[in-house]
């Protein structure tokens, strides 16, 4: 709060219909106590239609559901949450593999555990390497276990990611931001009125409500209906404006405990099992030319929430201008890969939570603000943009050198390349397991291994990894078959349910 | 791989090589001349150097025995914000951060209560410092004795040859000479060998340059480029000198601003380590001595000596087949004890990049980006002691007050100031709780604290602040008093 005097900050608006405006709302109504900041929601036509991208929820220290009170349970009797604990990847010369989410193996001496194994290992693929998960073990026997201290080994415990529907866990947060004193305006946006030094003056809405406030929150996705026309777009490396679209299936069986993505010539295909269905997300076609290969045909393709929409991977480097933020796919669109476009979304939620200014918007936060959600998007991006490279045929390693990839990320991937080095960031969006697993999946396979992991005798890593391999082979079969999961769950809901 | 110089950056670099890496892969070669004496800088270290030492098989014990070493909880700043005032930069957290709030907010919204006290009564180690006390840090989490880390003050001139031993056992080699030539590849402009004194010539594939200031292969023979920063950091010399201790054994170390610098002062065991950090444009070399005499505490030990450097970095720390580590590679005056930890950071670096073979350029680049980072980062926080003051008592003071800043610091001090925000970043040296004790130390408070406490019941938080200041107090009653614990810890190290 400020102490001299001076007006402080004491309303939010927040434009947008979709999840990431209601979890905005009930993340600030929450944390700022919706009595001392009035925050009000105003409806936008059609920005949920991007909600898709959070079909993905993966668990991390920055997972603002927890916060909300959101647990595997709650998230799959509200939003008919399945889970998963790997991803099934195909593509350019690469037969479907495992990638489990979250670690593989275990660091020894303060050298990762990939050194090792690149150091000993007589079968140097990405299926070897990943099954030194118990994520993966469990998924070649369709088991499935939620990551608890119990079935950790030491400090490697597998990681599971929860397959929500967005559009019903959207319902809930709006449910849950009413209770916390949101308000929602009477009709859609219609009208942003602009101050003459660009600022924002004032949104109205179809029925003639004029909202104002000291803060606007822009959450209408890609079409970035509150930011000003000047705002600066960074397309991705080898990123073409495609469309976006969802189509669900039902499935009579229980849910695959795996999400799938594949990289086909229309672009990318994300298959996630939710409930009793399992939703595909397709990034395709090219926006730009006209060319609609691989886009559904007809006004609404087996997705009830809306059309394929327009989609261009990039981001704003000024996501906060003035008195307006952009926050989730309104400032970087990132691929639907591990998550990212949820902890995207969560590290700005949380970042303007912490930001917030408590008066007038001050230039110190939004360049903080501005600087490290850029640093984000980035990061998100040259790991989107490595599995473009490889989905257009680039293999990465030479993609690194003739020129293909920017040399940032080229860099990054001959280090990895030449001595499985993972360059320290600032950003801490991107674990470096998720960097470590793209460049193996992606055939980046060391030619050397850290010199560090000489220090053991080679019979010794053997052992070591042999061991390894046989505990997370035991720990996966205490698992249980993911039918009897899914089956518990689903009886656990009914009686949960009123 | 060839070492040139044999200093603390020398056999830092021999022993960490020889220590962490296979015989079969490397051959670690060290070139030094007993003809050229040690710069010795750094008597004052940063917490990391425990790593370091653990790393390359070091007892902690031992090492303190050998080079009279004394235990360090953080630095004192004395007449920086303002004469009269004076702040400790510990080695550990302000407070405990409260559902995702730093403690500094919370303290900053009860600041004017007289009961709230000052931040630093919210951590352990500027308690414990101020009463002379120490003990080793808890392994619980949940303890307040968990919430610190400590360093070393230590002889540097007994450093070395400690290394030296260190390394020697693990098969470093040594041979006496200086170097009188530098041969390099005519096509490539490598360096393929060096000559010396003796006609003895040396063969490396890498050469590692710590031959101090000079910079005889990264700059004599590479002709490097060097990045000076001047304009923000004007001291530019160095008068240290020794005297016996007077008082307590105090667990930190202290930097009293001057009318043109400032002064160190670093107890070890054995004797006092003091020093005068001073612009000569700003004053002359015979009033900065006579200023450093004054104010010893005890008789002296040693005729002054005078270093000159310029402060900046070279503009590639690895150039060709050459890394410079240590002096040679640049120079950031000792104000927070960096001159080690920089030479950790580059000898570390350097071994997790050590190349495989000849085709090396990616791992250079990669070295360069770590290491120009991490002194950018040093410069922005050293820059910020200067500028962050109000005196106005001498032209020196002046200047740095009034000078142009690099945007980079700007832009975290507004930052600060404006709603108590630390700039957020994860590589680089000095994190949150450091710009917190130079911020709020020299008078740099926000204006604003984080809204999200505006939530919470007023005397709820002034009940948590209470309790907390009550549990710092007590955890340092209850540690040792220094002296005596180091007596008993060295007494172990002698005995080994």
């Known amino acids: ?498 | 791989m060839v070492i040139i110089g044999g200093g603390t950056a020398g056999w830092m670099t021999a022993a960490a090589l020889s220590s962490t890496l296979s015989r079969a892969h490397i051959d670690v070669h060290l070139v030094e001349s007993e003809a050229i004496g040690i710069v010795g800088v750094g008597e004052a270290t940063l917490p990391h150097l425990r790593h370091f030492n653990r790393i390359i098989g070091i007892d902690e014990a031992e090492f303190m025995a050998a080079t009279r070493a004394t235990f360090k909880l953080g630095i004192e700043f004395v007449d920086w914000g303002r004469i009269g005032d004076a702040y400790l930069h510990p080695f550990g957290a302000f407070g405990i951060e409260r559902n995702g709030v730093g403690f500094h907010h919370l303290w900053r919204k009860f600041q004017h209560e007289p009961a709230t006290g000052p931040i630093g009564d919210y951590s352990l180690p500027v308690v414990a410092a101020r009463d002379a006390r120490f003990d080793i840090p808890s392994e619980d989490p949940r303890s307040v004795a968990s919430t610190y880390g400590y360093a070393y003050q230590f002889d540097a001139t007994r450093y070395a040859p400690f290394l030296r031993a260190h390394a020697e056992q693990r098969s470093a080699r040594r041979t006496e000479g200086r170097v009188t030539a530098v041969e390099r590849d005519p096509e490539s402009g490598d360096i393929l060998a060096v000559r010396l004194d003796n006609d003895l010539r040396i063969e490396g594939d890498l050469f590692v340059d710590c031959s101090g200031f000079r910079g005889l292969l990264i700059e004599e023979a590479l002709e490097t480029g060097y990045e000076e920063w001047t304009d923000w950091l004007p001291c530019d010399r160095a008068i240290a000198m020794q005297c016996e201790g007077v008082g307590p054994l105090l667990p930190y170390t202290r930097a009293s601003a001057d009318r043109a610098g400032w002064r160190w002062r670093i107890p070890l065991q054995h004797r006092v380590g003091n020093g005068h950090v001073f612009s000569s444009a700003f004053m002359d070399e015979d009033q900065a001595r006579d200023r450093l005499l004054a104010t010893l505490e005890g008789p002296a030990l040693t005729e002054p000596r005078t270093l000159r450097f310029t402060t900046g970095k070279r503009r590639r720390m690895w150039n060709h087949n050459c890394v410079a580590v240590g002096l040679a590679g640049g120079f950031l005056e000792p104000l927070e004890s960096t001159s080690i930890y920089l030479v950790q950071a580059a000898i570390t670096n350097l071994v997790e990049l050590l190349p495989p073979d000849r085709q090396y350029a990616a791992e250079r680049a990669e070295y360069n980006r770590i290491l120009d980072n991490e002194f950018l980062r040093v410069r922005d926080f050293l820059i910020l002691h200067y500028h962050a003051t109000t005196r106005d008592d001498s032209p020196f003071w002046n200047h740095v007050r009034t000078m142009a800043i690099p945007d980079s610091l700007a832009e975290k001090i507004e930052g600060f100031r404006h709603a108590g925000r630390v700039a957020e970043y994860h590589q680089g040296l000095f994190l949150e709780a450091s710009w917190l004790a130079v911020y709020l130390g020299q008078g740099i408070v926000p204006q604003a604290w984080d809204q999200r406490l505006e939530n919470v019941d007023e005397d709820t938080l002034r009940e948590e602040l209470r309790n907390l200041r009550q549990q710092v107090q007590a955890a340092a009653r209850a540690m040792p008093d220094h002296e005596a614990f180091l007596n008993n810890h060295c007494a172990r190290g002698k005995a080994a």
């Open chain 1, 1 to 498: 709060m400020k102490l001299d005097p001076g007006r402080p900050l004491r309303s939010v608006v927040i434009a947008g219909s979709g999840l990431e405006a209601w979890l905005a709302a009930a993340v600030l109504a929450l944390r700022l106590d919706g009595r001392r900041v009035d925050i009000t929601v105003c409806p936008v036509s059609g920005s949920q239609d991007w909600d898709g991208l959070y079909t993905a929820l993966p668990a991390w220290p920055g997972d603002l559901f927890r916060d909300l009170g959101y647990s595997d349970l709650k998230l799959a009797t509200l939003a008919d949450a399945s889970f998963s604990l790997g991803t099934r990847v195909s593509g350019p010369g690469l037969e479907a593999v495992i990638k489990p989410h979250g670690p593989v193996g275990i660091n020894v001496g303060g050298v990762a555990f990939h050194h090792y194994w690149r150091r000993v290992s007589t079968r140097l693929t990405p299926d070897d390497y990943f099954r030194y998960s118990p994520g993966t073990e469990a998924l070649r026997r369709s088991a499935l276990a939620p990551p608890v201290p119990a079935n950790a080994l030491g400090p490697l415990q597998h990681e599971m990611v929860r397959h929500v529907d967005p559009w019903a866990l959207q319902k809930h947060l709006r449910h849950q931001a009413y209770a916390m004193d949101v308000r929602e305006a009477r009709g859609p946006l219609a009208e942003v009125q602009r101050a003459d030094d660009g600022r924002i003056a004032g949104l109205t809405t179809t029925r003639g409500e004029k909202l104002s406030a000291d803060l606007f929150v822009d959450c209408t996705g890609p079409n970035r209906r509150l930011c000003s026309e000047a705002s600066a777009w960074e397309a991705a490396p080898l990123s073409r404006a495609a469309w976006l679209w969802a189509e669900h299936e039902h499935r009579d069986a229980a849910p695959l405990p795996w999400s799938s993505l594949s990289g086909t010539e229309a672009g990318w295909k994300a298959v996630f099992p939710r409930g009793t269905e399992e939703v595909t997300l397709h990034l395709a076609g090219d926006r730009t030319t006209g060319e609609a290969s691989g886009t559904p045909a007809g006004e609404a393709p087996g997705n009830p929430r809306g059309n394929a929409v327009p989609y261009h991977i990039g981001h704003t480097p000024t996501p906060w201008e003035g008195n307006c933020v952009a926050l989730g796919s309104a400032a970087a669109s990132v691929l639907p890969l591990d998550g990212l476009p949820a902890r995207l979304l969560m590290n700005m939620v949380q970042r303007l939570v912490a930001l917030l200014p408590g008066r007038d918007c001050h230039p110190a936060e939004t360049l903080e603000f501005n600087q490290l959600s850029a640093e984000d998007a980035r990061e998100a991006n040259h790991l989107g943009t490595l599995y473009e490279a490889w989905r257009q045929g680039h293999a990465p390693r030479e993609a690194a050198i003739d020129g293909t990839l920017p040399e940032p990320l080229a860099l990054r991937v001959r280090l990895f390349a030449r001595r499985g080095w993972l360059s320290p960031r600032d950003s801490q969006l991107v674990p470096e397991d998720c960097w470590r697993a793209a460049f193996i999946l992606l055939g980046v396979i060391p030619d050397h291994h850290d010199r560090l992991a000489d220090r053991i005798e080679r019979d010794q890593v053997e052992e070591n990894l042999l061991a390894l391999k046989h505990k997370v082979r035991q720990i996966a079969r205490t698992f249980p078959a993911h039918d009897e999961y899914f089956a518990a769950m689903q009886a656990t809901i009914r009686e949960a349910r009123p």
